[in-house]
Nanobody, 124 residues
Framework: VQLQASGGGLVQAGGSLRLSCAAS????????MGWFRQAPGKEREFVAA????????YYADSVKDRFTFSRINSNNTVYLQMNNLKPEDTAVYYC??????????????????WGQGTQVTVSS
């Protein structure tokens, strides 16, 4: 599995961005796709995840009701729509794949394939 993330940028507080993560290769082995973020000087943290085969989604409390998943199955691309962005959302965002079945994992170690990061900067 390979992941390609894109869509970051600079936006003012209250604005919106849409991140995308395109999966290729043996995507049938995926159980979850997750998004994590890492701000300077901080640990990488869980943002959201989607169950690959059913579209059930999970969100961190800090982004619930502001971030939403959507997906185009035909090209294995997942979108993360981010609305009402706040300066504290500023970070490098990473998408990741979890190829183990079971419950959703909300920690870095639960994902074994990572895409490159995309920078999101929210100005106040």
């Amino acid at each position: 599995v390979q992941l390609q993330a894109s869509g970051g940028g600079l936006v003012q507080a209250g604005g919106s961005l849409r991140l995308s993560c395109a999966a290729s290769g043996r995507t049938s082995s995926m159980y979850f796709m997750g998004w994590f973020r890492q701000a300077p000087g901080k640990e990488r943290e869980f943002v959201a995840a989607i169950r690959w085969r059913s579209d059930i989604s999970y969100y961190a409390d800090s982004v619930k009701d502001r971030f939403t998943f959507s997906r185009i199955n035909s090209n294995n691309t997942v979108y993360l729509q981010m609305n009402n962005l706040k300066p504290e959302d500023t970070a490098v965002y990473y998408c990741a794949a979890d190829r183990d079945p079971g419950a959703v994992r909300r920690y870095v170690g639960g994902y074994d394939v990572w895409g490159q990061g995309t920078q999101v900067t929210v100005s106040s």
